[in-house]
């Protein structure tokens, strides 16, 4: 693709609303910085249970036409969050949602679960080789929580960032690109629980039960925590692009609930632990931007600024000759010296 803005991110998830209730804000955020935000999602969910009694029909043991449909929520909820960019790996289709761990969809022709990992990762590679982001975002080796999908999709992302910067692999697909930082979406145990503090405190009485801690993918304890991005200015488009979810998600803010009708937090600061590269954070202190620590892609037109100048993303201004080292290894790849 040809001028892209400077800063690139890529997300990788496994179907049609993890982005928007995992990273609604960040991806708002971002795109209202300017940096060009390219959302895949790997499924279109069509075994997904159906929230509104008015589209039951849609269901897959009925006329098995969630999958489109959540396409459509998909666009819509795109639109809330600003983000232009945003594909099916393989194309809409492709593969089919595999259904929660155990059951026998798990196994069926087509199911993304039973893909296998070179397969669904030679397309991801592709796009990253075409959009070149500095910055991948995708679920913890578990996907969170254990569905299949998630945990294929994690597989798939970080397999097709292995082999984006091969120089033997594929050159079909485009020249090599290395991604400086991978992320793994995290959410820190004391926000879960100050999150659950208010819902039990606030709103009991709106959904017919309650969450649990285990309930929400990627709770770990805090010290894993390596990235924390403050939304609260993109609260508003975050829950917007949930409720665009609607075959999926209810949402009551700030809290929300998914068809086990169990309300649970909705967050808006959104966390992360970097897997791979260098912190832009000095030791001890988390990040406060994705792109933190890539010369070239912090400055006047940084995320402080588009958040409202949050003084803690200072952080990412920190120079580090390591993450100096980082940029030049990318340098070389994205320049073309291959
Ligand atoms: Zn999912």
Redesign the pocket.
């Known amino acids: 693709m040809k001028d892209l803005p400077a800063r690139r991110l890529l997300l990788v ?3 049609p ?2 982005e928007s209730i995992t990273n609604g804000a960040t991806m708002a955020l971002y795109a209202a910085a300017g940096v060009h935000v390219t959302l895949v999602t790997c499924t279109l ?1 069509e075994e997904g249970e159906v929230i509104p009694a008015g589209l039951a029909h849609l269901a897959p043991d009925r006329d098995d036409r969630l999958g489109p449909y959540r396409a459509g929520e998909l666009a819509e909820a795109m639109k809330e969050l600003g983000v232009t960019d945003h594909r099916f790996l393989g194309g809409q289709g492709r593969f089919r949602d595999s259904g929660m761990m155990g059951v026998p969809q798990n196994h069926r022709e087509g199911a993304f679960w039973g893909t296998d990992v070179d397969e669904a990762a030679a397309p991801l590679v592709e796009i990253i080789r075409s959009v070149r982001p500095q910055v991948l975002v995708t679920y913890d080796p578990r996907g969170g929580y254990g ?1 299949p ?2 945990i294929q999709a994690h597989r798939v992302a970080m397999r097709a960032a292995d082999l984006a910067g091969e120089r033997a692999y594929r050159r079909d697909l485009g020249d090599p690109h290395a991604v400086a930082k991978i992320y793994w979406t995290r959410v820190p145990r004391s926000l879960a629980e100050e999150g659950f503090a208010r819902l039990r405190a606030t709103a009991a009485g709106d959904f017919p039960g309650i969450a649990g801690i285990a309930d929400i993918p990627g709770v770990v304890d805090d010290e894993r925590i390596t990235a924390e991005i403050d939304g609260a200015a993109y609260a508003d488009r975050k829950a917007a692009a949930m409720r665009a979810h609607a075959t999926q998600i209810a949402v009551r803010e700030p809290f929300f609930a998914l068809s086990n009708d169990l309300g649970q937090p909705l967050f808006t600061t959104e966390c992360y632990e970097l897997a791979v590269g260098v912190s832009g954070a000095a030791p001890g202190e988390r990040e406060h931007d994705l792109f933190a620590g890539i010369t070239g892609t912090t400055g006047s037109t940084g995320v402080a600024e588009a958040a409202g100048g949050s003084p803690r993303s200072a952080a990412g201004r920190i120079p580090g000759a390591s993450a100096g080292g980082v940029r030049e290894g990318v340098g070389e790849i994205s320049g073309g010296a291959v």
Do not use: K
């Open positions: 998830h496994a179907h609303d993890d969910g569905h999908d998630h």
